[in-house]
């Protein structure tokens, strides 16, 4: 049982070494991140401490100790601080005495408005607890009231697609919907090719991208944030098949001319 034990720490710390080396991962790695979007608190708080023992561990490099310590301060300051930022965008249904069914979007001061109303402070708040707050603050008013929410994130289609630009979406969104979302790709789209982007990092190149749309992978089990982006390169002007086609053609015409030439040489 110890060795066990020992053996599921070293490959934990192994999983969390990888994921803040900077080193590629596959899309099916992408959903044991230590930080998720939709993480708990005890899940952050977790996660945390062990980022705390990967610092302390002399096994690393001081580089990856680094990264870890960094990775520890990015989630205590985001359980302090919350999920939440100004222009965030919530979809919120309540059913009851009070009907909503609408999209809102997160004010200064870190307030949602909801209608007919109050406006809730969503300061200090993390998405996993988004609905658990709005359903507090309502129900002390609103009696029997149902209420389900939803937050939202911004992520980008861009390249060969019928309407590219930005998509609020939620997090169980899958890759071929933000596709197709976005128009679906163009005739002239390499859709094999496409990755995922993080400004000039690519989280997911093209083998990975492919995996994760046959699985039905969600934009949030991919750990995708606000920005990110799928690409959809153009295929290239000269694929093999239609370069292998130009050679054989020619293949074929210098034969050809070199078979003239002998018949003209009779005599």
Do not use: C, H
Request: net charge positive; glycine share 6%.
């Amino acid at each position: 049982m110890t060795i066990d034990f020992r053996l599921r720490r070293v490959l934990r710390f192994a999983t969390l070494a990888l994921l803040i080396s900077g080193a590629p991962v596959g899309a099916q790695s992408a959903t044991v991140s230590p930080a998720s979007r939709m993480a708990t608190r005890a899940e952050l708080e977790s996660a945390a401490a062990e980022f705390d023992q990967l610092a302390a561990s002399t096994a690393y490099s001081e580089p990856i100790r680094g990264r870890a310590r960094g990775q520890a301060v990015t989630i205590r300051r985001r359980l302090t601080d919350g999920d939440f930022r100004v222009g965030d965008r919530i979809v919120l249904r309540i059913e009851g005495q009070l009907d909503v069914n609408d999209t809102m979007t997160v004010l200064d001061g870190l307030r949602v408005p909801v209608p007919r109303f109050r406006q809730v402070s969503l300061a200090g708040v993390l998405r996993s607890e988004l609905e658990l707050r709005l359903r507090t603050e309502l129900t002390d008013v609103v009696r029997n009231a149902t209420v389900t929410a939803r937050p939202l994130m911004r992520l980008a289609v861009l390249g060969s697609v019928t309407r590219p630009g930005y998509l609020s979406v939620p997090s169980e969104t899958t890759v071929d919907a933000l596709l197709m979302l976005a128009g679906g790709p163009l005739p002239v789209a390499a859709v094999n090719e496409m990755n995922l982007t993080r400004a000039d990092t690519v989280l997911f190149k093209a083998a990975a991208t492919r995996s994760a749309l046959t699985q039905g992978l969600t934009v949030g089990q991919l750990d995708l944030t606000d920005g990110d982006a799928l690409f959809v390169p153009l295929k290239e002007r000269w694929d093999r098949a239609a370069v292998l086609q130009m050679v054989g053609l020619a293949v074929t015409l210098l034969t050809t001319f070199a078979l003239l030439q002998q018949l003209r040489s009779l005599p």
